[in-house]
């Protein structure tokens, strides 16, 4: 999904960070190069599907060598090998990883892996993703979303971003944050992987993991209130996000 790529990107690009590279399957490569002026592009083998390929985990680790943060999983699929891939990176990457999307599908049977990680994880799912993550339902996360959010924290040693009307932020210390920006009209696709580029963007400018969350999330959903005035919430996608991002910084700083 080169959609969720790029938004992931330039949302990192626009929180301040001084270079950004998208890593692609190499069949995107040509893609992602006209979609994204200034972002850089790293090209890696595919599966047959078009997908990451387990072969790309070196260079990807040796690549991260020069990086502050890893995004992992705006975009990149359930293909198995990919899964495969995403596991075997956390394993390796020394680095603050910021997990998201697919790449938290990629560790629901296992999240103990998050335990074993040398660096700081920040996991970032929404309702659905949490329950797959905790073998619940929906209905029982949104029933409870402080105590579910900071109890797998807790639990695997991780900054947890629970998505969402109010947004809730917690760590492994037991610190809680709930957001009180944003909108409904963030309900829509790609919103969550702008969110995704801005927290690891200030993570990698050594921001720690928890306060990035802190404020990555509060921006985002400035962001979205100041689209939403300007035309409405009902029309606002995630393109708007990364437009009024600039903004909402500015007003904040």
Do not use: W
Request: charged fraction near 15%.
């Amino acid at each position: 999904m080169t959609g969720a790529a790029f938004l992931t990107s330039q949302s990192a690009l626009l929180s301040g960070s001084g270079l950004v590279t998208c890593a692609v399957p190499g069949s995107l490569n040509s893609i992602m190069e006209t979609k994204l002026t200034e972002v850089m592009t790293l090209s890696l083998p595919e599966t047959k599907q078009g997908t990451l390929k387990l072969s790309g985990k070196k260079e990807i680790v040796l690549f991260s060598k020069n990086a502050h943060s890893v995004a992992i999983g705006p975009g990149i699929s359930r293909s198995k090998e990919t899964q495969v891939l995403v596991r075997s990176l956390l394993k390796e990457i020394k680095l603050p990883v910021i997990l998201d999307a697919d790449g938290i599908m990629s560790i629901v049977n296992n999240p103990n892996i998050l335990n074993r990680r040398k660096a700081s994880t920040v996991l970032t799912p929404h309702p659905g993703e949490m329950a797959y993550l905790i073998k619940k339902t929906v209905g029982y996360v949104q029933g409870s979303r402080a105590r579910v959010a900071a109890s797998f924290a807790k639990k695997h040693k991780i900054v947890l971003v629970l998505k969402g009307h109010r947004t809730v932020v917690t760590d492994s210390k037991g610190n809680v944050f709930v957001n009180q920006t944003g909108n409904s009209g963030m309900s829509t696709a790609g919103v969550g992987d702008v969110l995704t580029g801005i927290i690891s963007s200030f993570v990698g400018q050594g921001i720690n993991p928890y306060s990035a969350a802190v404020i990555g999330v509060y921006l985002h959903g400035l962001a979205g209130d100041i689209a939403a005035k300007d035309k409405g919430q009902f029309s606002l996608i995630a393109g708007d996000i990364l437009e009024k991002l600039p903004q909402a910084i500015k007003d904040t700083i």
